[in-house]
């Protein structure tokens, strides 16, 4: 999978896909849906998804909580899994956000990419103010010369799949939810960064993972799937993870603490994958390491028999 991000700039081998259009946050079944819509509209073009960095929503309101499912590596890596070719990754700035419905269309779609078939959301607005909808990238699609299909809402259970239902979902603690409008396992990606080391002392060694600029599931001790996805230990594991921000130890920052079973080896600067399975307890501080201690013994042990039985 290539990656675009300047549509004033782009290879003529770039040019021509059929794309699905949008933000992706958590590439939930619904975008899945989107995207095996583009193949289908033009099986012989690249299949292609146009969206953008960062996500509208952090542009307009940089200082609001952080709502992202993924960060942009982590949401190319599971495109380029579903069979993507062409991530056009668009830098979102003032002159992006400034051009009219059909300067979109004309500059961006046409023009910059020359796209021979769009699908969307049935929900989908564009251009300045969001002014532009389906019916007039229709008419623009008519006019310019490229094809536009409209995706129909996906529900499960009844209920819509949106990034909005999962965020719920992992807010409550509710990771199996979550991957039911995912259709995967919700990971947390990153590097692994230099923590205290209080786990070495305590017996549980830990990778620990910042969550900074993610939507931060509930905090507590989870059961997880982990994929070490490069260096020397590359594989897969299972584990107990805890999110939060360690109120035994006073912290400050909300990050993941990842304990590997069955695992011994340095996995600092290797990236995590780290899917969350179950939630078991909330975080909890405790009167001595010797009862946080018994409490990690009592989660692992629950955590193994969950992952067994998956």
Known sequence: ???????????????????????????????????????KAAPEAKLGVLTFEPHPREYFAPDAPPFRLMSAEARASRLEKLGVQRLYQLNFNTALASLTPRE??????????GLCH????????????????VADLKAFGAEMGFGVTVAELLEAGGEEISSTAIRTALSEG?????????????RIEGEVI???????????????????????????????LVEVMDGRHKGKYHGA??????PMFDGQFPNIETFLFDFTGDLYGATLSVG???????????????????????????????????
């Not at 990771?175 to 919700?186: E, I, Q, S, T, Y």
Request: aromatic share 8%.
């Open 276 to 310: 969350l399975v179950e939630y078991l307890r909330p975080e909890l501080k405790f009167d001595s390491l010797d009862a946080l201690i018994a409490q990690m013994d009592a989660d692992c042990t629950q955590a193994r028999a969950i992952l067994s039985a998956l």
């Open 1 to 39: 999978m290539r990656i675009i991000r300047d549509y004033q700039y782009v290879r003529p081998e770039d040019r021509g896909a059929s794309v699905a259009i949008g933000n992706f946050d958590g590439v939930h079944l619904g975008h899945q849906a989107v995207i095996e819509l583009a193949h």
């Open 174 to 186: 509710r990771p199996r939810d979550a991957k039911a409008g995912l259709g995967h396992w919700h």
């Open 118 to 133: 769009v699908v969307v959301g049935a929900d989908f607005c564009f251009g300045k103010g969001r002014a532009g909808s």
């Open 241 to 246: 993870a805890s999110v939060g921000v360690r």
């Open 194 to 224: 230099g923590g205290e080391q209080r786990g070495r002392v305590l017996g549980y060694p830990t990778a620990n993972m910042s969550i900074d600029g993610l939507h931060p599931p509930a905090f507590g001790v989870y059961a997880v």
């Open 104 to 113: 979109f269309a004309q500059r961006v779609i046409v023009d910059g990419l």
